[in-house]
């Protein structure tokens, strides 16, 4: 099916960037080789306007996921990293009017693992001023989600699944004048795609219908800072706004937070 070939595509990119694309904001001194290995468990939230049917109608795709990954720091001014992880997605507001029996989706949230990676670089460093680049690819392969059909004549059956990835990447400011904190401002292209599709089955009816969705706006502001109690731990908290132009008119601003804990050793 092509939802099949979709996913293994989408493992495939996973892999491939897992070394070449990037995390959280995470900075250190720019200078010469240094091999540090520094796992990280981190959780996210994210909330984002989805377009679908020719992008002429519009939802809201909700996500919580937990992340472990292992950041290897091979240079003090580059860092490339590997993400993997369980996420909770819910595709409430789909609408389905291809199968048999319409169906509006509100299911509620649905589990499926994730995967991807990221590149984290100081460019420029002036006092106690920093500039730095980061980017992160990310891929959810949700699971079958099956639901019964109720208010009919005949019992029926519905199996959902759904795929999205997220590649996010620009500059970032850090401020390394405060001791054990370092906060940072930044601007980041955010792109999300991917599909959902719906299987419906009814006595002898049956049907299925893909949904491919696309976030509403590409531009987010980024925001949050690095506490550093000790040389071997860091916590990250980070926060993006994302504005977007509504399909039925007016702006909508979506919203992101992550919560990262790093060890190094």
């Known amino acids: 099916m092509a939802i099949?070939?979709?996913r293994s595509r989408a493992f495939v990119a996973a892999a491939l960037l897992t070394w070449s694309l990037g995390t959280a904001a995470v900075f250190g001194r720019g200078g010469g080789p240094l091999l540090a290995w520094k796992p990280s468990l981190g959780l996210e939230y994210l909330s984002r306007t989805i377009v679908w049917d020719e992008e002429t109608r519009s939802s809201k795709l909700g996500a919580s996921f937990a992340?472990?990954?292992l950041e290897v720091q091979v240079f003090?001014?580059?860092?490339?990293?590997?993400?993997?992880?369980?996420?909770?997605?819910n595709w409430n507001g789909l609408v389905f009017r291809g199968l048999p029996f319409s169906?509006?989706?509100e299911a509620g949230s649905s589990g499926g693992f994730m995967a991807g990676g990221g590149i984290d670089a100081v460019v420029f460093t002036a006092g106690f001023?920093?500039?730095?680049?980061?980017?992160r690819f990310l891929a959810s392969l949700g699971s079958t989600k099956k639901l019964t059909i109720s208010?009919?004549?005949?019992?029926?059956a519905l199996e959902g699944r759904g795929t999205w990835m997220r590649l996010e990447a620009g500059p970032v400011v850090a401020y390394k004048g405060f001791e054990g904190f370092s906060?940072?401002?930044?601007?980041?292209?955010?792109?999300?795609?991917g599909a959902f599709t719906l299987d419906e089955t009814v006595k002898e009816l049956s049907g299925s219908e893909e949904k491919k969705i696309k976030g509403k706006g590409s531009f987010a502001v980024i925001?949050?800072?690095?506490?550093?109690?000790?040389p071997s731990f860091g916590l990250n908290f980070q926060v993006s706004l994302l504005p977007a132009k509504k399909v039925g008119g007016g702006v909508s601003l979506d919203l992101g937070a992550s919560l990262k804990a790093v060890v190094s050793f």
């Open 4 to 6: 099949s070939r979709r």
């Open 67 to 69: 992340l472990a990954g």
């Open 76 to 89: 003090k001014s580059l860092t490339v990293s590997a993400l993997a992880g369980y996420s909770f997605i």
């Open 103 to 105: 169906i509006d989706y």
């Open 129 to 135: 001023w920093e500039l730095g680049a980061t980017g």
């Open 151 to 156: 208010g009919l004549n005949e019992p029926g």
């Open 183 to 193: 906060p940072f401002l930044g601007g980041q292209f955010d792109r999300l795609w």
């Open 223 to 230: 925001g949050g800072t690095r506490w550093e109690p000790g």
